[in-house]
């Protein structure tokens, strides 16, 4: 295999993988992030024996904590790299799972969505896409699953306000297959695992292959929010909103990202109306 400086694959189990995910302190996606999974991801279809992955994360507070959007802008073909990811992960023969710890905001979020299956804890689980209240849009595949997942009105709830969902929330409206109290969160997906692992890799690859008639996006529906990101750093709302985001523990372990969602409010509205406070 791949040498991988933040992902670790433990293959010891016939036909499954774990995968975790750790790039410290908080877990930000960097653009070596999304090319490591390019390189995972030839990896993972390579493999004729494999038949699930499971993904979660070293951080407990952290599953993904959002896209590090500055480095992004400096290598903007990761975003190409991404959208390529994303498909070929959906498409694969091989079931994907997401078992999700932490916080999982913007590309954390689309990179779940993503997978065939989410699995929370209760207790210790947040979703959130915050892009519009740093002035862009989700552009990494929220705008494209989350319809699909949850409907027209419960995507715009969950883009629109840029809040931060529980898992109760998340499974109540679809965006997870389920939630489970954290102590019997690993038990049951290793159950899911074995039970899947135990059937023929290519009737799992074909019923998968079906259902992703009715449930899919398609790479011209992804590249049309992916193409809209770069060009909105230059509008005025993320020029004005996104200098806020500078001394108040963007990136690194804090309470503004502990609690992202709770702090977009008060920033503050950029067309004049006298609004406009730092967070508190």
Same mark, same amino acid.
Request: aromatic share 10%; proline share 6%.
């Given at each position: 295999?791949?040498?991988?400086?933040? #992902? /670790?694959?433990?293959?010891?189990? !016939?036909?499954?993988?774990?995968?975790?995910?750790?790039?410290?302190? &908080?877990?930000?996606?960097?653009?070596?992030?999304?090319?490591? %999974?390019?390189?995972?991801?030839?990896?993972?279809?390579?493999?004729?024996?494999?038949?699930?992955?499971? #993904?979660?994360?070293? /951080?407990?507070? #952290?599953?993904?904590?959002?896209?590090?959007?500055?480095?992004? +802008?400096?290598?903007?073909?990761?975003?190409?790299?991404?959208?390529?990811?994303?498909?070929?992960?959906?498409?694969?023969?091989?079931?994907? &799972?997401?078992?999700?710890?932490?916080?999982?905001?913007?590309?954390?979020?689309?990179?779940?969505?993503?997978?065939?299956?989410?699995?929370?804890?209760?207790?210790?689980?947040? #979703?959130? /896409?915050?892009?519009?209240?740093?002035?862009?849009?989700?552009?990494?595949?929220?705008?494209?699953?989350?319809?699909?997942?949850?409907?027209?009105?419960? +995507?715009?709830?969950?883009?629109?306000?840029?809040?931060?969902?529980?898992?109760? &929330?998340?499974?109540? =409206?679809?965006?997870?297959?389920?939630?489970?109290?954290?102590?019997?969160?690993?038990?049951?997906?290793?159950?899911?695992?074995?039970?899947?692992?135990?059937?023929?890799?290519?009737? %799992?690859?074909?019923?998968? +292959?079906?259902?992703?008639?009715?449930?899919?996006?398609?790479?011209?529906?992804?590249?049309?929010? /992916?193409?809209?990101?770069?060009?909105?750093?230059? %509008?005025?709302?993320?020029?004005?909103?996104? !200098?806020?985001?500078?001394?108040?523990? =963007?990136?690194? !372990?804090?309470?503004?990202?502990?609690?992202?969602?709770? =702090? %977009?409010?008060?920033?503050?509205?950029?067309?004049?109306?006298?609004?406009?406070?730092?967070?508190?």
């Amino acid at each position: 295999m791949t040498d991988h400086s933040q #992902f /670790n694959i433990d293959s010891s189990s !016939p036909g499954r993988w774990t995968i975790t995910f750790s790039n410290p302190p &908080i877990n930000i996606f960097v653009p070596t992030t999304i090319v490591e %999974l390019g390189a995972l991801m030839t990896e993972i279809e390579a493999d004729p024996s494999l038949k699930v992955v499971v #993904f979660q994360s070293a /951080n407990p507070d #952290f599953f993904v904590a959002h896209l590090d959007v500055a480095k992004a +802008a400096e290598r903007p073909e990761v975003l190409g790299l991404w959208r390529e990811f994303v498909l070929r992960l959906a498409s694969a023969p091989v079931v994907s &799972i997401a078992k999700v710890r932490g916080r999982t905001r913007g590309i954390g979020n689309e990179f779940v969505l993503a997978c065939d299956m989410r699995f929370a804890s209760r207790q210790n689980a947040l #979703f959130g /896409n915050p892009e519009v209240g740093v002035g862009l849009i989700p552009g990494g595949g929220a705008l494209e699953w989350l319809p699909r997942l949850v409907g027209r009105s419960r +995507a715009l709830e969950f883009v629109l306000s840029a809040d931060d969902f529980d898992a109760d &929330i998340a499974e109540r =409206y679809g965006w997870v297959n389920r939630t489970l109290d954290d102590g019997d969160l690993d038990a049951f997906v290793d159950t899911l695992v074995r039970r899947l692992a135990s059937f023929e890799r290519e009737t %799992l690859g074909a019923a998968k +292959a079906q259902v992703n008639r009715f449930g899919m996006p398609t790479a011209a529906e992804l590249q049309s929010s /992916n193409e809209m990101i770069f060009p909105m750093l230059a %509008l005025p709302d993320a020029q004005a909103r996104r !200098p806020k985001l500078r001394g108040i523990g =963007y990136g690194v !372990p804090s309470d503004f990202e502990m609690n992202f969602g709770r =702090y %977009l409010p008060s920033f503050g509205r950029t067309d004049g109306d006298g609004t406009d406070t730092q967070p508190g």
